[in-house]
């Protein structure tokens, strides 16, 4: 995503410096208390802001690491991932949910999406295992690849959860084991439980434009289970629990003390910026669910959508590709997360050809529009009235 900065007479699609200005000395003071420790690497200030993320989740384990798709490998690798095997994964999703499986050694294995929450369920889950898979030996085996299909990246997309209250009883019921790529989703609940509650492990992203984001790359693993915890805290570690002594081949992945310190001010603002989000959102679906040509996100029962992004789809061929050459040419910032989706890329051409016709259709049509906190009521309405009575009314 970028970030960088848009002519003071548009309206951004993010903006990072009105986020900065309100908090700049808090972050500063923050900042400066760490190089006066010149303790950069773990330490004091990293375990203290695990502790408040653990508390804040309301979860007994949280674990910092150097990225959000690091989060993703280590918690595959603690899930037990060996090489060769396979898990599945929505197509229709960011790159490193499913390039963390290459990189644990696995093969991702392609799903299809709910078409209206943009997350997976038990039904593509299950109409993926009737297709490809086959009971061997008491497990799961793709019959194409020949590989035991050992897991789930269970992806919350756009800031909602799937419902891992059943995805986990599927789970459990296949013998599958599940880790949740929660990189888009600080804050989100399904069920009253967050990320991290129903699974292995759940991994979180604090990229400079997400929910919660830092003044540079770093994540974080969220875990119920302390075995699962200790394991974490040794493989950042270059598989070491003793220094010098190495129990297994590691990483280099390791939350900076500086990161910490400005991620730990802003989790201070974590629950009003989200809610600000929840109110543009519900804006959002109030002025567009009756516009012709444009479909809503829809919130799943049970959930606590934070609005990482506001995305809808923009129906028929081109259509979504000329609102936002329109918008463009109005000063209004948007993004499409995601224009080919995974089974398409390059990088996966390696693997077995997948028909994926929803996750397509998806990745035709879907739009993001502003929906960062400090976006201005005045600014939302230039938006609504540049799709509803410019784009729409003038098509």
Request: charged share 20%.
């Amino acid at each position: 995503m970028s970030t960088e900065k848009h002519p003071a007479t548009s309206i951004p699609f993010f903006d990072l410096t009105r986020q900065y200005s309100q908090i700049k000395a808090e972050v500063l003071s923050a900042v400066t208390s760490v190089l006066s420790t010149q303790q950069f690497i773990m330490g004091e200030t990293v375990r203290r802001f695990e502790e408040q993320m653990a508390s804040w989740w309301g979860l007994p384990h949280a674990v910092g690491v150097a990225s959000g798709t690091d989060a993703l490998l280590l918690s595959l690798k603690a899930a037990g991932l060996k090489n060769g095997e396979t898990v599945m994964v929505p197509s229709f999703t960011f790159y490193a949910s499913a390039s963390a499986i290459s990189l644990a050694g696995g093969l991702p294995l392609f799903t299809e999406v709910d078409s209206k929450t943009f997350n997976v369920t038990t039904k593509e889950l299950s109409e993926m295992l009737a297709l490809r898979g086959e009971r061997r030996g008491g497990f799961w085996h793709d019959k194409v690849t020949g590989s035991r299909i050992s897991g789930i990246v269970v992806v919350h997309l756009y800031g909602q959860m799937a419902d891992m209250l059943s995805l986990s009883d599927f789970a459990r019921t296949e013998g599958l084991w599940i880790v949740e790529d929660a990189c888009q989703a600080i804050g989100a609940e399904s069920h009253g439980k967050p990320p991290g509650f129903y699974s292995v492990a759940a991994a979180y992203s604090f990229f400079p434009t997400k929910n919660l984001g830092g003044g540079g790359d770093g994540g974080m693993i969220a875990s119920i289970n302390g075995d699962v915890d200790a394991h974490l805290r040794s493989l950042r570690v270059h598989g070491s629990v003793r220094r010098y002594y190495h129990d297994e081949i590691g990483y280099n992945s390791r939350l900076d003390a500086i990161q910490a310190a400005i991620l730990g001010v802003k989790l201070g603002h974590l629950h009003s910026w989200n809610s600000r989000r929840g109110e543009l959102a519900r804006v959002y679906g109030e002025k567009l669910s009756d516009t012709p040509g444009i479909l809503v996100p829809s919130v799943a029962s049970g959930a606590n959508h934070v609005w990482h992004q506001y995305t809808v789809r923009v129906t028929g061929e081109g259509k979504r590709d000329e609102l936002k050459e329109y918008l463009a040419k109005k000063g209004i910032g948007s993004e499409i997360y995601y224009p080919l989706p995974q089974h398409r890329q390059e990088a996966f051409s390696h693997l077995p050809a997948q028909d994926l016709p929803v996750t397509d259709l998806l990745s035709a049509e879907v739009l993001s529009l502003p929906v960062f906190p400090e976006l201005r009521d005045s600014e939302q309405e230039l938006v609504l009235s540049a799709i509803i009575d410019g784009f729409f009314k003038g098509s």
